[in-house]
């Protein structure tokens, strides 16, 4: 598929070169991943990529910045609306957490790897949106139990664990196999819902 | 500190080299590191390390195995000792599976990128060892389920979970920080219970 490239286009460009580069870190692994394959895998030069990044760290940071912004952007605001019931935002909560990492695999699954190269500064800032997120799942469980709704012995280690536990899933979640994401999202609806002491849809 | 090398002691040398490639690894990476550094950690020449490894591959792979090994011959008896209640193995799994996470940290935290590098026969022998656990706590779950103590969903999918949650503890705890392990064990242990429908310890 033939792409445009005018000057005014740079951010798109940026966005195309991401979304190649996590295609081929995911296939070829970080090491092994070259600008080079990079270029020819897009379709443009080694300095058009230059151009946008200055290096394969920075495109790897920005392959993880990229996909942590648009998480929360997906997941705070429903996290957040306190005009919500905490059952329902929970809920919701499970569900685009499965769904968005699942969707965006290539950008995740190597993340651990990722981490490694990293330079300090970009791993504070993944790490604080990885707090925002974090944070927001915490007060979302501290509102329920101030109202009644659920209850937690820590609600720190209560988030790690849920949070550990969503995380997991794209490891093992394989669509050719005999669950479907549907059926992962159902179940671990109620799994979640059991570990902050919320009812759940009683489907045992 | 001396190390003894004499030739009946094979094994003991080549217990040695995974101990000190596992930290080497850990804290080097295992892209960075060489069998040169190694033989440096170690005090031995790279013929002795290549006397007992074919190369740095293969000694990635024994240091998981061996991990994976001591930790299900560590647990599996405790999950199957069918003599015992549900709960209280239950119980000591999570404690278990937490506390040998902890003491072992360098052989596990970069297992994903040591995936990566595994040959697929390496692979399926890394997988078959995490089947066998995962399998026993599964079975383990559905015994609590016939007893009538239990009650889950999918006793595949709340084994993933819990096994996910557990796995992501030592990505995070952190022995300066305001928990001690034991305080994490015992958070997790009634997180565990509530997934699959037992009563918790009550200190709510």
Redesign the interface.
Known sequence: MARKRSLDEGPVIAGQILDDAARLFYNK?Y?QASIRDLASLSGMSPSTIYHHFRNKQEIAFQVIRRFMVNFNEALLPVVRDSSRPVLDRLDDTVRLHLEISDQRLPELL?M??FR?ILADDQEREIARLARDYHDGVKDLIRQGCARGEL????AT??T??????L???R??FDHAGK?SLAE?VR??T??VR??V?AP?SG??
Chains 1, 2 share one sequence.
Do not use: C
Not at 151 to 154: M, N
Not at 160 to 165: E, H, P
């Open positions: 692994g090491d190597r651990q790897s490694d209850t937690v012995s820590d280690l209560v790690m664990g849920i949070l550990d536990m995380n997991g899933v490891a093992w669950l992962v179940a671990y109620d799994i059991r570990t002491g759940t489907a045992e």
